[in-house]
């Protein structure tokens, strides 16, 4: 079994910055794929920014490219998400998860493991 434990959410005003962090423990992911997912009640959970084991092949949505980061330090079993110019609409719960499958994927069904969720919350 992985463990996952996000961090780094916060409150911050539309254009500002955060960077995400999630530890893993249990078992090395060093060959997992890594993503960032997050979600806004009633709504369903969806992928932000996924990473491969290598880190050399990596996914946006459509909605955060060129703003977002995914990066992960396979020493520190660390992965981060790092956010720039930041939107109301980026507001949610945004969550960490890990998949044995060495491949590039936005389905959540897709993920083995996943953390309790960090806060983010963006106000205008």
């Known amino acids: 079994q992985v463990s996952l434990v996000e961090s780094g959410g916060g409150v911050v005003q539309a254009g500002d910055s955060l960077r995400l962090s999630c530890v893993a423990s249990?078992?090395?992911?060093?060959?997992?794929?890594m993503a960032w997912f997050r979600q806004t009640p009633g709504k369903e959970r969806d992928a932000v920014a996924v990473?491969?084991?290598?880190?050399?092949?990596?996914y946006y949505a459509d909605s955060v490219k060129g703003r977002f980061t995914i990066s992960r330090d396979n020493a520190k079993n660390t992965v981060y998400l790092e956010m720039n110019s930041l939107q109301p609409a980026d507001t949610a719960i945004y969550y960490c998860a890990a998949s044995i499958v060495n491949i590039i994927s936005s389905h959540r069904d897709r993920y083995n493991y996943w953390g309790q969720g960090t806060q983010v919350t963006v106000s205008s």
């Open positions: 249990g078992r090395t992911y060093s060959r997992y794929t």
């Open positions: 990473i491969s084991w290598s880190g050399g092949n990596t």
